[in-house]
Protein backbone atom coordinates (compact mmCIF):
# COMPACT_ATOMS: atom_id res chain seq x y z
CA UNK A 1 0.00 0.00 0.00
CA UNK A 2 2.46 2.27 1.13
CA UNK A 3 4.52 1.62 -2.17
CA UNK A 4 1.42 2.24 -4.22
CA UNK A 5 0.49 5.84 -2.02
CA UNK A 6 4.85 6.89 -3.03
CA UNK A 7 4.17 5.69 -6.59
CA UNK A 8 0.90 8.29 -6.97
CA UNK A 9 2.86 10.73 -4.94
CA UNK A 10 6.00 11.13 -7.48
CA UNK A 11 3.12 10.82 -10.35
CA UNK A 12 1.54 13.74 -8.86
CA UNK A 13 4.57 15.72 -8.77
CA UNK A 14 5.46 15.16 -12.40
CA UNK A 15 2.36 15.06 -14.22
CA UNK A 16 0.68 18.15 -12.82
CA UNK A 17 -2.12 18.23 -16.09
CA UNK A 18 -2.71 14.64 -15.47
CA UNK A 19 -3.00 15.21 -12.05
CA UNK A 20 -5.43 18.58 -12.18
CA UNK A 21 -7.99 16.73 -14.99
CA UNK A 22 -8.26 13.94 -12.20
CA UNK A 23 -9.14 15.98 -9.88
CA UNK A 24 -11.49 18.11 -12.18
CA UNK A 25 -13.46 14.41 -13.13
CA UNK A 26 -13.59 13.06 -9.32
CA UNK A 27 -14.76 16.91 -7.97
CA UNK A 28 -16.99 17.77 -10.68
CA UNK A 29 -14.99 20.80 -10.39
CA UNK A 30 -14.51 22.65 -13.97
CA UNK A 31 -11.08 22.27 -15.45
CA UNK A 32 -10.64 26.54 -15.30
CA UNK A 33 -11.38 26.40 -11.77
CA UNK A 34 -9.09 23.51 -10.76
CA UNK A 35 -6.24 25.26 -12.50
CA UNK A 36 -7.20 28.39 -10.26
CA UNK A 37 -6.44 25.87 -7.25
CA UNK A 38 -3.09 25.68 -5.59
CA UNK A 39 -1.69 21.83 -5.54
CA UNK A 40 -2.48 20.27 -2.28
CA UNK A 41 0.27 19.46 -0.13
CA UNK A 42 0.35 15.96 0.02
CA UNK A 43 2.68 13.22 2.31
CA UNK A 44 2.89 9.63 2.58
CA UNK A 45 4.88 9.09 5.44
CA UNK A 46 2.85 9.21 9.27
CA UNK A 47 4.79 10.76 12.49
CA UNK A 48 4.43 9.25 15.42
CA UNK A 49 2.46 12.92 16.31
CA UNK A 50 -0.29 12.03 13.70
CA UNK A 51 -1.01 8.72 14.66
CA UNK A 52 -1.53 10.10 18.20
CA UNK A 53 -4.07 12.63 16.93
CA UNK A 54 -6.36 9.79 15.71
CA UNK A 55 -5.85 7.64 18.92
CA UNK A 56 -6.94 10.69 20.91
CA UNK A 57 -9.85 11.48 18.54
CA UNK A 58 -11.27 7.64 18.86
CA UNK A 59 -10.59 7.33 22.61
CA UNK A 60 -12.73 11.02 22.82
CA UNK A 61 -15.21 9.67 20.21
CA UNK A 62 -15.19 6.35 22.57
CA UNK A 63 -14.50 4.10 19.62
CA UNK A 64 -11.64 2.47 21.31
CA UNK A 65 -11.40 1.40 24.99
CA UNK A 66 -7.73 0.37 25.38
CA UNK A 67 -4.71 3.01 25.27
CA UNK A 68 -2.63 2.40 22.17
CA UNK A 69 0.94 3.76 21.07
CA UNK A 70 1.59 5.10 17.62
CA UNK A 71 4.14 1.98 17.41
CA UNK A 72 0.82 -0.36 18.76
CA UNK A 73 -0.84 0.64 15.24
CA UNK A 74 1.32 1.26 13.02
CA UNK A 75 3.10 -1.17 10.84
CA UNK A 76 7.15 -0.13 9.75
Known sequence: MRD???EALDFFKTHPDET???I???TGLPAA???TLPQPA???TLTPKQIQFWIDI???QKLIKNNPTPADVWVK
Do not use: D, F, P, R
Open 58 to 60: CKE
Open 33 to 35: VVA
Open 24 to 26: AKY
Open 20 to 22: SQA
Open 4 to 6: GMT
Open 42 to 44: LAV
